[in-house]
């Protein structure tokens, strides 16, 4: 008798060595106006030594910077891009918390001051506005001087950042929104300052102009970012769910005791910061507090609100021996834990960090959009100049008709002019009022405005109407809204990237043990047998002969399966070894463990080797077993044990369907997939569960190997499908990094949930339709973000150049056209926000 372990009959493929994989930096990059920035900061990254790829994201205004390994300096590459104006920090080292939150201090800060100059625009803008609604009956406030110093004012202090952010931009080469606002105020500011300096030239005053459009400007940036931050407060609510203390359990500290001759040890308490705690230390948590580490309970029992972390509302009993998650609320008793995992390793630090990584990863269909953006405000300067160049040369002598205003209400071109006549220079006459629909009071004359003013006035509403934000903000804000509902309700869906994957596909596999069904195996059937070969003789074997046990040669079957099942961590060997516990059988003395996946598992028990696993497993080992033993365990999981070439028996088991497992095929089946079920359990069990479940057997595939399963996907995908796999187990990682997208279960092992793009905390397999339910509204959400963005400027370009001026006499002033580029970004952020009341899985 050989005590070895038999080779694997499976080739062994020779791997070569593989280049460390690349390192990946993240920064806080601030400054960034426009998606035209953005793509600047990609370019300036690219351009650093070592840099393989940079994705930046404008909504949460972070890069992520993929690099070769030891070869990027952070620091360096952060000061490159401050210098460059865009200031910047590297999360890589200090305490991750501390920079999260001073993040959004510093955006919230940022919300202050925004809303500090535009409270002085809006002021500068009712002044301007009460000069031409009281006209004569405020001599002051109708004074072109005074509207001259309203201009002024509005340059120097609510529109100072914008242009001198846009004009260094523009010096940088990097020109952005500002660049175009602040080109756009500054020339209307100039061109009045001549009318007023040089009357005889005819030109009108719009003071008025810079004003309303810096304040229009301002208005747009500080409600976008408000949504922005409505967009981003499920992951500020996960950063605030990290605990900053924990109470540190010290029993190092004795307390005299004078009835007794020793010394008593008490526990002490002392609060230290969370982050220092260490794994295997013990932890107080009040009533109230939050939990600091990822733990267990060792002392005390109490219900702890877990919403945040699952979405689900109902409090969760934890006593003696149960998890417990950093940021979960403990509710109701003082509890002791023992810490399991610490900083950046607890559920909580995880989830933030997916999430995170999920709002920086660009969906491809905003390639396009990124594309545009980089070239986009040089393009707006070229159209601003052919529209001036056009108009100045030609525009003017093919329609003259322009050149005459009538007074009459026009759209927005109520620009402000210099009453010349017997009113004086002092005097407002509103006029220009090519059907404007702006401020203007009708006037009864008509006169001709200049051909250089009108070529000018419509080449700054080229500038200021264009908008590269809605561009850019069009796909990151839907992503960040779409990831925090899916974070609120356990929903973690890694990037845009996997959004888009998601609406593409057209079948979900399931792993049917531990996924489809609930992997509590229970013992079913006991089957001991005996050739007259001596093995059955009690003497034989250290087996228990209690009489406890229902059955003792049953319980001679189940103690030797157990002894050699110990060194598997398979669901079958959990379920075989609990029920030896339950039964009270002590374990027989195993040594040489082997676990061939798929298959079973080996080990000398009392000095013989015993065989445990399916038939195929039996087979190979040169056992053999009747057609008609292997038929009677139909839906079953048939578990045979062999000695030394002899079956000694079997074991059946039995696994139950989750609650919610026919109901969410149901749903997946209504929403046009097709479900199939992927197991490594033998047909007559796949079938059983796929019969309870109403899946045809063509959907079935059963008897697939670990190793095999990531081929069974690459064969659906060779037939063209787009193919989700959900799994649980070590053995579905392979098959879940094969499948276009990959859904782990949160309550699976850590390697199926570091390998999945979208994990499930709340372990339910309904959100597996929640979760493709939520990805579908996120991408429809990003189309409708994107064709307006495209629709707004294709229509509002054109319009504000003049094409509809010749024709149907309508004109945009600067003001106007600052004012619908304010609507536009808002409009695409209030769009994303609309995902929160229109998704209703």
Same mark, same amino acid.
């Given at each position: %008798?050989?005590?070895?372990?038999?080779?694997?009959?499976?080739?062994?493929?020779?791997?070569?060595? =593989?280049?460390?994989?690349?390192?990946?930096?993240?920064? #806080?990059?601030?400054?960034?106006?426009?998606?035209?920035?953005?793509?600047?900061?990609?370019?300036?990254?690219?351009?650093?030594?070592? $840099?393989?790829?940079?994705?930046?994201?404008?909504?949460?205004?972070?890069?992520?910077?993929?690099?070769?390994?030891?070869?990027?300096?952070?620091?360096?590459?952060?000061?490159?891009?401050?210098?460059?104006?865009?200031?910047?920090?590297?999360?890589?080292?200090?305490?991750?918390?501390?920079?999260?939150?001073?993040?959004?201090?510093?955006?919230?800060?940022?919300?202050?001051?925004?809303?500090?100059?535009?409270?002085?625009?809006?002021?500068?803008?009712?002044?301007?506005?009460?000069?031409?609604?009281?006209?004569?009956?405020?001599?002051?406030?109708?004074?072109?001087?005074?509207?001259?110093?309203?201009?002024?004012?509005?340059?120097?202090?609510?529109?100072?950042?914008? !242009?001198?952010?846009?004009?260094?931009?523009?010096?940088?080469?990097?020109?952005?929104?500002?660049?175009?606002?602040?080109?756009?105020?500054?020339?209307?500011?100039?061109?009045?300052?001549?009318?007023? %300096?040089?009357?005889?030239?005819?030109?009108?005053?719009?003071?008025? /102009?810079?004003?309303?459009?810096?304040?229009?400007?301002?208005?747009?940036?500080?409600?976008?970012?408000?949504?922005?931050?409505?967009?981003? +407060?499920?992951?500020?609510?996960?950063?605030?769910?990290?605990?900053?203390?924990?109470?540190? $359990?010290?029993?190092?500290?004795?307390?005299?005791?004078?009835?007794?001759?020793?010394?008593?040890?008490?526990?002490?308490?002392? /609060?230290?910061?969370? #982050?220092?705690?260490?794994?295997?230390?013990?932890?107080?948590?009040?009533?109230?507090?939050?939990?600091?580490?990822?733990?267990?309970?060792?002392?005390?029992?109490?219900?702890?609100?877990?919403?945040?972390?699952?979405?689900?509302?109902?409090?969760?009993?934890?006593?003696?021996?149960?998890?417990?998650?950093?940021?979960?609320?403990?509710? =109701?008793?003082?509890?002791?834990?023992?810490?399991?995992?610490?900083?950046? /390793?607890?559920?909580?630090?995880?989830?933030?960090?997916?999430?995170?990584?999920?709002?920086?990863?660009?969906?491809?269909?905003?390639?396009?959009?990124?594309?545009?953006?980089?070239?986009?405000?040089?393009? $707006?300067?070229?159209?601003?100049?052919?529209?001036?160049?056009?108009?100045?040369?030609?525009?003017?002598?093919?329609?003259? &008709?322009?050149?005459?205003?009538?007074?009459?209400?026009?759209?927005?071109?109520?620009? +402000?002019?210099?009453?010349?006549?017997? +009113?004086?220079?002092?005097?407002?006459?509103?006029?220009?009022? *090519?059907?404007?629909?702006?401020?203007?009071?009708?006037?009864?004359?008509?006169?001709?405005?200049?051909?250089?003013?009108?070529?000018?006035?419509?080449?700054?509403?080229?500038?200021?109407?264009?908008?590269?934000?809605?561009?850019?903000?069009?796909?990151?804000?839907?992503?960040?809204?779409?990831?925090?509902?899916?974070?609120?309700?356990?929903?973690?869906?890694?990037?845009?990237?996997?959004?888009?994957?998601?609406?593409?596909?057209?079948? !979900?596999?399931?792993?049917?043990?531990?996924?489809?069904?609930?992997?509590?195996?229970?013992?079913?059937?006991?089957?001991?047998?005996?050739?007259?070969?001596?093995?059955?003789?009690?003497?034989?074997?250290?087996?228990?002969? +209690?009489?406890?046990?229902?059955?003792?040669?049953?319980?001679?079957?189940?103690?030797?399966?157990?002894?050699?099942?110990?060194? =598997?961590? *398979?669901?079958?060997?959990?379920?075989?070894?609990?029920?030896?516990?339950?039964?009270?059988?002590?374990?027989?003395?195993?040594?040489?463990?082997?676990?061939?996946?798929?298959?079973?598992? &080996?080990?000398?028990?009392?000095?013989?080797?015993?065989?445990?696993?399916?038939?195929?497993?039996?087979?190979?080992?040169?056992?053999?077993?009747?057609?008609?033993?292997?038929?009677?365990?139909?839906?079953?999981?048939?578990?045979?044990?062999?000695?030394?070439?002899?079956?000694?028996?079997?074991?059946?088991?039995?696994?139950?369907?989750?609650?919610?497992?026919?109901?969410?095929?149901?749903?997946?089946?209504?929403?046009?997939?097709?479900?199939?079920?992927?197991?490594?359990?033998?047909?007559?069990?796949?079938?059983?569960?796929?019969?309870?479940? #109403?899946?045809?057997?063509? #959907?079935?595939?059963?008897?697939?190997?670990?190793?095999?399963?990531?081929?069974?996907?690459?064969?659906?995908?060779?037939?063209?499908?787009?193919?989700?796999?959900?799994?649980?187990?070590?053995?579905?990682?392979?098959?879940?990094?094969?499948?276009?997208?990959?859904?782990?279960? *949160?309550?699976?092992?850590?390697?199926?949930?570091?390998?999945?793009?979208?994990?499930?905390?709340?372990?339910?397999?309904?959100?597996?339709?929640?979760?493709?339910?939520? &990805?579908?509204?996120?991408?429809?959400?990003?189309?409708?973000?994107?064709?307006?963005?495209?629709?707004?400027?294709?229509?509002?370009?054109? $319009?504000?150049?003049?094409?509809?001026?010749?024709? %149907?006499?309508?004109?945009?002033?600067?003001?106007?056209?600052?004012?619908?580029?304010?609507?536009?970004?808002?409009?695409?952020?209030?769009?994303?926000?609309?995902?929160?009341?229109?998704?209703?899985?």
């Amino acid at each position: %008798m050989a005590n070895t372990v038999p080779e694997m009959r499976s080739s062994i493929i020779s791997v070569p060595e =593989s280049s460390p994989p690349p390192e990946i930096v993240t920064f #806080d990059v601030s400054g960034m106006k426009c998606a035209g920035c953005a793509k600047a900061v990609e370019r300036q990254l690219m351009q650093y030594s070592g $840099v393989i790829s940079a994705c930046v994201n404008l909504a949460v205004e972070v890069a992520t910077v993929e690099c070769q390994p030891g070869v990027v300096d952070a620091d360096a590459l952060a000061k490159k891009l401050t210098d460059n104006g865009f200031p910047s920090q590297s999360r890589a080292g200090g305490n991750q918390r501390e920079m999260e939150v001073a993040i959004i201090e510093r955006r919230q800060q940022e919300i202050r001051q925004q809303i500090g100059q535009l409270t002085i625009a809006l002021i500068l803008i009712i002044l301007s506005g009460s000069g031409h609604v009281l006209g004569t009956k405020a001599p002051i406030l109708s004074n072109i001087w005074f509207h001259w110093g309203l201009a002024t004012l509005a340059l120097l202090l609510p529109g100072r950042r914008i !242009v001198v952010d846009g004009w260094r931009s523009l010096w940088r080469n990097a020109p952005n929104m500002n660049t175009l606002v602040a080109l756009g105020a500054v020339t209307a500011y100039t061109a009045s300052n001549a009318a007023l %300096m040089f009357p005889q030239m005819g030109w009108e005053c719009f003071f008025d /102009e810079p004003v309303m459009l810096l304040g229009f400007i301002l208005l747009g940036k500080t409600l976008e970012q408000q949504a922005r931050q409505r967009a981003a +407060s499920a992951l500020q609510a996960l950063i605030a769910l990290q605990p900053a203390t924990a109470r540190l $359990v010290d029993f190092k500290l004795p307390i005299l005791d004078l009835d007794s001759p020793s010394p008593v040890y008490n526990p002490q308490y002392i /609060e230290i910061p969370a #982050d220092r705690v260490r794994v295997g230390e013990w932890l107080q948590v009040l009533p109230g507090d939050k939990i600091p580490v990822d733990g267990e309970v060792c002392e005390g029992k109490t219900t702890i609100d877990e919403s945040m972390l699952t979405g689900e509302s109902m409090p969760i009993l934890k006593q003696t021996g149960d998890p417990v998650a950093a940021g979960t609320i403990n509710q =109701s008793g003082a509890i002791v834990i023992r810490a399991t995992r610490t900083g950046k /390793e607890t559920t909580v630090a995880q989830m933030v960090a997916v999430v995170e990584a999920a709002q920086t990863r660009k969906a491809p269909i905003q390639n396009l959009a990124d594309t545009v953006a980089g070239y986009f405000v040089y393009g $707006v300067m070229a159209i601003s100049a052919l529209t001036f160049l056009f108009w100045y040369f030609a525009g003017t002598h093919l329609w003259p &008709s322009v050149l005459l205003t009538d007074g009459a209400m026009g759209m927005g071109h109520g620009a +402000s002019g210099i009453g010349h006549g017997a +009113s004086g220079m002092g005097q407002w006459a509103w006029g220009n009022g *090519h059907r404007a629909m702006g401020m203007g009071n009708q006037l009864p004359i008509t006169h001709s405005q200049s051909a250089l003013l009108l070529s000018l006035k419509l080449a700054i509403a080229v500038l200021v109407i264009a908008c590269p934000c809605a561009l850019g903000l069009a796909t990151p804000t839907a992503i960040l809204v779409g990831s925090g509902i899916g974070a609120e309700r356990g929903l973690l869906i890694r990037g845009g990237d996997v959004l888009e994957r998601v609406h593409q596909l057209d079948t !979900v596999v399931f792993d049917k043990t531990g996924t489809l069904t609930t992997g509590e195996l229970t013992l079913t059937d006991y089957l001991p047998i005996f050739d007259g070969s001596g093995l059955d003789r009690t003497s034989d074997w250290n087996v228990s002969n +209690s009489q406890d046990a229902c059955c003792t040669i049953d319980s001679q079957l189940l103690q030797i399966a157990a002894a050699v099942e110990r060194g =598997s961590c *398979h669901p079958v060997a959990a379920a075989i070894l609990r029920e030896a516990q339950q039964q009270a059988l002590p374990l027989l003395a195993a040594e040489d463990f082997y676990t061939a996946p798929g298959l079973g598992v &080996s080990a000398v028990v009392e000095g013989r080797l015993v065989f445990a696993g399916n038939a195929e497993w039996m087979t190979q080992q040169g056992v053999a077993i009747a057609t008609e033993l292997q038929g009677s365990f139909q839906g079953k999981t048939a578990v045979y044990v062999a000695c030394e070439g002899v079956l000694l028996g079997v074991i059946g088991l039995k696994d139950t369907l989750r609650p919610d497992a026919k109901a969410t095929v149901e749903r997946l089946r209504a929403m046009g997939l097709r479900v199939m079920m992927l197991t490594g359990d033998t047909p007559g069990a796949a079938f059983a569960i796929a019969n309870q479940l #109403d899946l045809p057997t063509t #959907d079935v595939l059963a008897q697939v190997r670990p190793f095999e399963k990531a081929r069974a996907i690459a064969a659906l995908q060779a037939e063209g499908r787009k193919v989700a796999m959900v799994g649980d187990g070590i053995n579905d990682a392979p098959a879940l990094a094969q499948a276009d997208v990959g859904v782990g279960l *949160h309550g699976g092992t850590d390697v199926a949930v570091e390998t999945a793009q979208i994990v499930l905390m709340r372990n339910t397999l309904m959100d597996v339709v929640e979760s493709i339910e939520l &990805s579908r509204a996120t991408l429809k959400k990003i189309r409708q973000n994107l064709f307006w963005a495209f629709g707004y400027n294709m229509l509002g370009i054109p $319009v504000a150049a003049g094409l509809l001026l010749p024709a %149907m006499g309508i004109l945009l002033s600067p003001a106007a056209a600052g004012a619908f580029m304010a609507f536009s970004s808002v409009s695409v952020v209030t769009n994303s926000l609309l995902l929160r009341r229109e998704f209703r899985p």
